[in-house]
C-alpha cells in the first residue's frame, strides 16, 4: 500500500469513524483489506482505494470497509464484576429505590450481541429472585451490520457461550437439534427483548428518543482521540436519564471531561440527579 492510499483510508477513518489510524497501523489495515481486493479481483491497494472512493464503490463497498476495519471483540459475561454490581446494586436502586417498571437499557457497541443478551439473562434473574413484573427493552447498537446480523440471530457457538453458567444456559438458551453444528440459540423470552440497530458513534446527533437508565459503553473510546472522546461521551451522556448507570471499560476514564458523572465503582458512574 503507497502511503497516498493510506492516508486517503486514514482520512476516511479517523474522520467517520474516530478510529485512531497512526502510520504503524498500515501494515494491520493491509491485511485486513487483503480479503476485500481478492473478493473484487484487485490488484492492488491503489485499485481498491480508487474504487472504494468512486460513486459505485462508495455505495457498494464503503460497508465492507467499515466492517474490516472495526474491531468486534466481546464475550459473555465479560468483566463479570460489572454485572454482579448491576444485580447488587444499580438494579435495586433503580428498580425498588425508584419505583421503575420499564428499564431501558442501551448496549453501545453490541458487536455480535453477546454483552446485550448477558444483560437480558442478569435482568431476568433479578426480576426472578425478587419476584418483581418488570418491563425492559435492550437497545443494541454497531456501525458494522455485519455483527448486526449475527446479533439479531441470537446464535453462537459452544465455545463462544462457555462462559454463560451452565443454570442460565439451560433457563435461557437452546441447544441446536443438529449436534453436529455445537451451537446454541437464545431462547425467544431474551431475544424479544433486545432489538439491534446500526449507529455511527460520530453522527452530530443519534435517532435516539429514549432516556436510558442503564448504559454499557465499554473499550470503545480506547480508538478514539482525547476530542473525539470528548464529543461522543457528551453525545451518549445526553441519552442517560437522571440518576441512571455509565458502564465503560476499565482501561477507560472520564476524569478530563466536565459532565455530572460520579463514580460508584470501578469504571461505573451514575448520572446526578
Known sequence: MTEASFNRFRTFIEGNLGIK??????????TRLGKRLRALRLDDYEQYCDYVFSDEGFAQEIQQLIDVVTTNETDFFRESHHF????????????????????????????????????????????RAKAIPLEYKILGTDISEKVL????????????????????????????KNPEQKTLRMTPEIRQKVLFRQL???????????????????????????????QVLQ????????????FMG????????????????????????
Open 21 to 30: 489510524m497512526p502510520p504503524s497501523k498500515m501494515i494491520m489495515l493491509e
Open 84 to 127: 454482579d454490581l448491576m444485580t447488587s446494586r444499580v438494579l435495586p436502586s433503580l428498580v425498588q429505590e425508584n419505583g421503575i417498571k420499564n428499564l431501558n437499557v442501551w448496549s453501545v457497541a453490541a458487536s455480535t450481541g453477546q454483552e446485550s443478551y448477558t444483560l437480558a439473562m442478569v435482568i431476568e434473574e433479578f426480576a
Open 149 to 176: 446480523k449475527i446479533a439479531t440471530t441470537g446464535i453462537y457457538t459452544l465455545h463462544q457461550a462457555s462462559k454463560i453458567p451452565d443454570s442460565l444456559k439451560r433457563r435461557y438458551c437452546m441447544k441446536s
Open 200 to 230: 455511527n458513534l460520530m453522527d452530530d446527533s443519534y435517532p435516539i428518543r429514549k432516556q436510558y437508565h442503564i448504559v454499557f459503553c465499554r473499550n470503545v473510546f480506547i480508538y478514539f482521540d482525547r476530542p473525539t472522546q470528548k
Open 235 to 246: 453525545r451518549i451522556y445526553s441519552h442517560i436519564a437522571p440518576g441512571g448507570y455509565l
Open 250 to 273: 476499565h482501561s477507560e476514564n472520564i476524569g478530563s471531561v466536565d459532565l455530572a458523572l460520579r463514580s460508584i465503582s470501578t469504571a461505573a458512574y451514575r448520572k446526578e440527579e
